[in-house]
């Protein structure tokens, strides 16, 4: 039973345009999302957070959005640059800091 | 040198034999993980330890075991490996803050 969702498997995208993925989850009690960003033969490296205190946050040309009625978290990247293409993973945890991760959206950013 | 060091980078083992990953961190952090990837399944959580006296099974830790010999140490065996165990596996380090995992860049490991 797959607690956190990434239900695109890819994204292409222009360069400039903006990048939206997305990311279901089924568990009530997650209270911290991440989003991390995995480039071949490299681990994943941290980008973004979010508590469920808020809907919103921000850091450079990231955003992230959590609408916790909708279960459902999504991440904008604007503007999408050819160096953004690669698998984006959200994770959720439940106060345990032990995540749950989704099953990945490969981005592409066409130049 | 990397924050999360994890060796072999790359392994190929036959049936049956026993294997083991390790996993060593520079970042003082007190939590480790080992997750395995699998294409459309993503990161599956096998085995984390939140000190060193404490091991805690992940959602997929059949087959597996780990030994934490110290807050910068964490190693994940497998006593008789099988093709299903072919994947990419990852080990990670965390503190007490929810500012998420520092990852390792991965062991891929094949079983014929």
């Known amino acids: 039973d797959q607690q956190v969702k990434q239900n695109s498997p890819s994204l292409s995208v222009q360069e400039g345009r903006i990048s939206i993925l997305n990311c279901d989850y089924t568990n009530s009690m997650f209270d911290y999302f991440l989003w991390y960003k995995k480039y071949p033969a490299e681990g994943p490296t941290f980008l973004i957070s979010i508590s469920s205190i808020k809907d919103k946050n921000e850091d450079g040309r990231f955003t992230v959005f959590l609408n916790k009625s909708a279960k459902h978290l999504s991440l904008h990247i604007v503007p999408s640059q050819p160096g953004d293409s690669a698998v984006y993973f959200c994770?959720?945890?439940?106060?345990?800091?032990?995540?749950?991760f989704g099953t990945g959206t490969r981005l592409k950013v066409l130049a | 040198d990397a924050d999360v060091t994890q060796t072999p980078r790359n392994r190929i083992t036959k049936t049956g034999k026993r294997i083991m990953l390790e996993c060593s961190q520079t970042k003082g952090h007190d939590r480790m993980y080992w997750y395995r990837q699998d294409p459309g399944l993503g990161l599956r959580l096998i085995y984390y330890s939140f000190d060193v006296k404490d091991i805690n099974k992940g959602e997929i830790s059949d087959g597996y075991s780990v030994s934490r010999q110290a807050q910068a140490k964490f190693s994940l065996s497998l006593e008789s490996a099988i093709p299903n165990q072919t994947a990419l596996y990852f080990c990670?380090?965390?503190?007490?803050?929810?500012?998420?995992?520092?990852f390792g860049s991965g062991t891929r490991l094949t079983v014929v």
């Open positions: 994770a959720a945890s439940e106060g345990t800091y032990k995540y749950i």
């Open positions: 990670a380090t965390s503190d007490l803050q929810r500012g998420g995992y520092t």
